[in-house]
């Protein structure tokens, strides 16, 4: 049921396409209270970590021992991720999907770190084809030959596990092979450089 009052922020929607950082907080907060009550109860499973000690750069270094939690909750996301690939076949909705990654996120007894996010409704994003990132899942029906996108992040004792995978519904065109073979090449480059004194 929509609310009686709403903030400024609610109206820039049809006034102006430019946001301050203000107004949009001050509409995800109205979102979240106001339009989903239930937002709040879970996020209320999230404890807020700030362990570790910062450098002079504002870099986070944490001790060995934190490094347990990061894993648990990264291999949670992992799992999810292994768990959904049957589920990514023509005919299928990226609604549908979601669904069920908010099912596992739950029976697992953790948190979704996006729902709730500035009233963000779904425990991924799901970008189909064209879609750089972050798509939003819905009522879209994958075709043959589709390649998305699933984007997971989980809260684990207030760890999170953040991760993407790419996946091909149904028949995978010669096109679409080369770009995801491009881009897994890309990524373990990246991963590669990711080393002490590089920038």
Not at 40 to 56: I, M, N, W
Not at 104 to 121: C, L, R
Not at 167 to 193: C, M, N, S, W
Request: hydrophobic share 40%; aromatic share 8%; charged share 25%.
């Amino acid at each position: 049921m929509a609310p009686t009052s709403r903030p400024r922020a609610f109206h820039l929607v049809r006034r102006s396409r430019f946001w301050t950082r203000q107004d949009v907080a001050v509409y995800g907060d109205f979102c979240s209270k106001r339009l989903y009550p239930d937002v709040k109860q879970r996020s209320a499973r999230v404890d807020d970590r700030t362990k570790g000690r910062l450098t002079k750069d504002g870099i986070r270094i944490y001790d060995s021992e934190d490094f347990a939690g990061m894993h648990k909750a990264g291999e949670l996301a992992a799992h999810i991720l292994d768990a959904i690939a049957p589920l990514v076949v023509p005919g299928a909705t990226t609604g549908e999907i979601d669904a069920a990654i908010e099912k596992m996120v739950d029976d697992a007894g953790a948190t979704s770190a996006t729902i709730g996010y500035k009233g963000y409704q779904h425990a991924s994003c799901i970008s189909v084809n064209h879609v750089v990132c972050h798509g939003i899942p819905g009522e879209k029906r994958l075709k043959d030959g589709d390649i998305l996108n699933v984007d997971v992040t989980v809260i684990v004792e207030g760890w999170y596990g953040d991760t993407s995978r790419m996946y091909v519904a149904g028949k995978l065109a010669r096109k679409a092979e080369r770009l995801i073979q491009v881009t897994h090449d890309a990524l373990f480059e990246g991963i590669e450089a990711v080393k002490p004194g590089n920038t």
